[in-house]
T-cell receptor, first 115, second 112 residues
Framework: DAGITQSPRYKITETGRQVTLMCHQTWSHSYMFWYRQDLGHGLRLIYYSAAADITDKGEVPDGYVVSRSKTENFPLTLESATRSQTSVYFC??????????????FGPGTRLLVL | GQNIDQPTEMTATEGAIVQINCTYQTSGFNGLFWYQQHAGEAPTFLSYNVLDGLEEKGRFSSFLSRSKGYSYLLLKELQMKDSASYLCAVLGDNTGGFKTIFGAGTRLFVKA
């Protein structure tokens, strides 16, 4: 299917385990983003990428690692999961950087529970 | 600092008009987005305001006053399907790396 997809949609893991959340888009958008959404906080930017092999930190990057070897994929890894990383994670993409007002298109989200 | 304020919840009646306010204090400003997010789903784009004034798009309109750090989303002829969260988001300028900062969202309940 065309668009932006995330996998898994739901994940339960334990403290200290490594977890990778996948994001795939079929539009060949240059920019991709990872956000987390928690009650009372809204969406907070974790990392973003301007192109393959170019990534930069967002507002809350600690405890997360990203890579972008291909334009269409932007995986997010929690190296050693903590309970505070229990959240809903959204991946998004945009054709150009939002400085032009280009909207971001969001994936369906991954609900992560860290026990 | 960066701060975006929206009411947490609002309730309105089907067929009525509702105004969702957003005030912001950010280190830079390039424009303001409104997104709609139904429960358990992804946010979807509604509007983007750069200049002061009202922009109308069907039943939805968005207003911006940059001097007051204020925006509102106006929903007319409310329908049950409009029950959702509405996210206000400010796009910063180059001093902040053009990052988008989101408010916590306003949950709108539309009752019959």
């Amino acid at each position: 299917d065309a668009g932006i997809t995330q996998s898994p949609r739901y994940k339960i893991t334990e403290t200290g385990r490594q977890v990778t959340l996948m994001c795939h888009q079929t539009w060949s958008h240059s920019y991709m983003f990872w956000y987390r959404q928690d009650l009372g906080h809204g969406l907070r930017l974790i990392y973003y990428s301007a192109a393959a092999d170019i990534t930069d930190k967002g507002e809350v990057p600690d405890g997360y690692v990203v890579s972008r070897s291909k334009t269409e994929n932007f995986p997010l890894t929690l190296e050693s999961a903590t309970r505070s990383q229990t959240s809903v994670y959204f991946c998004a993409s945009s054709e150009s950087f939002p400085s032009s007002g280009e909207t971001q298109y969001f994936g369906p989200g991954t609900r992560l529970l860290v026990l | 600092g960066q701060n975006i304020d929206q009411p947490t919840e609002m309730t309105a009646t089907e067929g009525a008009i509702v105004q969702i306010n957003c005030t912001y204090q950010t280190s830079g400003f390039n424009g303001l987005f409104w997104y709609q997010q139904h429960a358990g789903e992804a946010p979807t784009f509604l509007s983007y305001n750069v200049l002061d004034g009202l922009e109308e798009k069907g039943r939805f309109s968005s207003f911006l006053s940059r001097s007051k750090g204020y925006s509102y989303l106006l929903l007319k002829e409310l329908q049950m399907k409009d029950s959702a969260s509405y996210l206000c988001a400010v796009l910063g300028d180059n001093t902040g790396g053009f990052k988008t900062i989101f408010g916590a969202g306003t949950r709108l309940f539309v009752k019959a």
